[in-house]
């Protein structure tokens, strides 16, 4: 996994964010202040959260996620997950109705699916965190200056329309270290599982369920140790309400991402529609190292 901030345009501003947001030194002050805080339970109205999902070689996949992670499996192939959804003013819950003045950034969230808890990880369905980008410089900078389990990316253009029966997503890093992403659905009004997922979920209702879920996340990132890393884990709400769900299909031009391809993925993808979802982000901390 990529941990470090590279900024998509370059010149000062650009070197200042770099040194900032990569500073290890700053982390470590933060973590021992925050530390001592309660933890800032945040809440998002989220709408047209649109799922990209794909069959990737297991083996190229876990060298995206936590060392020691154990992903999801079947003959060799694990699932690959591109969220992409629009937030509902995003904000700490404690600021009540004042939470309708915060912006509502775009998010895309990119995720491996654990087989099972790393240790000191809770017994509950966790996705491993492969990469997060969102268009808005003040959430990229607030997400990589006070967590661990949410550094995002900004990239140099982020395109995402939920219109009619399209959904169009175009992720441009330029030069920075967002992964890049040009994606075009359409709403298709029969929910048929594709045959290479039938493998790995008996139907259509197993499959959502199961690649919607998500109570925890995990996300590897620098230690004060060079060259080492430790372990972060989100608790997340995000109750899914399967019978909203729509199925999409891709349109006729695909979807161009070239780490998806560095996965080796199969040819059919499985898409479909949340119109809207309650999220809150619920706590954060420090997994315990294995040695522990």
């Known amino acids: 996994m990529n941990h470090a901030y590279i900024h998509p345009t370059k010149g000062w501003v650009g070197k200042l964010l770099n040194a900032l947001l990569n500073s290890v030194r700053l982390a470590n002050v933060r973590r021992a202040f925050m530390s001592r805080l309660p933890f800032p339970v945040l809440e998002s109205d989220v709408v047209d959260v649109v799922y990209a999902n794909w069959l990737v070689d297991t083996s190229l996949a876990a060298a995206l996620a936590p060392p020691g992670a154990r992903l999801w499996d079947c003959n060799g192939r694990t699932p690959l997950t591109i969220l992409t959804y629009r937030h509902g003013h995003f904000g700490p819950r404690a ?18 699916y654990l087989a099972a808890p790393l240790l000191d990880g809770p017994r509950i369905p966790t996705v491993a965190f492969v990469s997060n980008v969102m268009n808005s410089a003040i959430h990229v900078v607030g997400t990589r200056l006070f967590s661990d389990a949410l550094p995002s990316h900004l990239p140099n253009r982020f395109l995402f329309e939920v219109d009619g029966d399209e959904a169009r997503v175009c992720i441009d890093p330029g030069a920075g270290s967002a992964p890049g992403l040009t994606m075009s659905l359409r709403r298709q009004g029969e929910a048929s599982l594709p045959h290479v997922w039938r493998m790995m979920f008996g139907d259509w209702n197993e499959a959502v369920g199961k690649l919607a879920s998500q109570d925890a996340a995990v996300v590897e990132f620098p230690s004060a140790n060079a060259g080492q890393t430790k372990v972060a884990i989100a608790a997340i709400r995000l109750p899914i309400d399967i019978h909203s769900v729509e199925p999409l299909t891709a349109n006729r031009e695909g979807v161009q991402c070239a780490l998806l391809q ?26 315990l190292p294995p040695d522990v």
């Open 95 to 112: 600021a009540g109705i004042l939470r309708r003045l915060m912006p509502s950034p775009l998010q895309s969230n990119w995720r491996l």
């Open 262 to 287: 560095s996965l080796r993925p199969d040819a059919e993808g499985l898409f479909f529609l949340l119109p809207r979802v309650k999220f809150l982000a619920l706590s954060e901390r420090q997994l």
